[in-house]
């Protein structure tokens, strides 16, 4: 298991930026993919954005795509998501998660396939 911990929500106006942080301990961080979930109130967990253990290896849900970026410093245990030109339907509960497995090939959307999650940051986007 690897125990996760987020950072760097906020409230932000449309049209701003914020960049979460997600900071992992336990088990070797750069064995395994990563990914960013969210939760607005009354809907499903969503998928975000995903990376690969190694970084080269990226996905994107369609609504976010060019607007947010996901990253990985394993040097310090550290998954990032930069987000850009935010809406006001961007405004949930963001959580990281980690996948079960370890050196995936490629990446999975799949919240089934992470065992590890944070306990999530808000961010709410003003119109």
């Known amino acids: 298991q690897v125990q996760l911990v987020e950072s760097g929500g906020g409230l932000v106006q449309a049209g701003g930026s914020l960049r979460l942080s997600c900071t992992g301990s336990?088990?070797?961080?750069?064995?395994?993919?990563m990914a960013w979930f969210r939760q607005a109130p009354g809907k499903e967990r969503e998928f975000v954005a995903a990376i690969s253990w190694s970084g080269g290896s990226t996905d994107y849900e369609d609504s976010v795509k060019g607007r947010f970026t996901i990253s990985r410093d394993n040097g310090k245990n550290t998954v990032y998501l930069q987000m850009n030109s935010l809406l006001p339907e961007d405004t949930a509960v963001y959580y990281c998660a980690a996948d079960r497995a370890t050196w995936r090939v490629g990446v999975t959307t799949r919240a089934a396939d992470f065992g590890s999650w944070g306990q999530g940051t808000q961010v709410t986007v003003s119109s």
């Open positions: 336990g088990r070797p961080f750069s064995w395994y993919g």
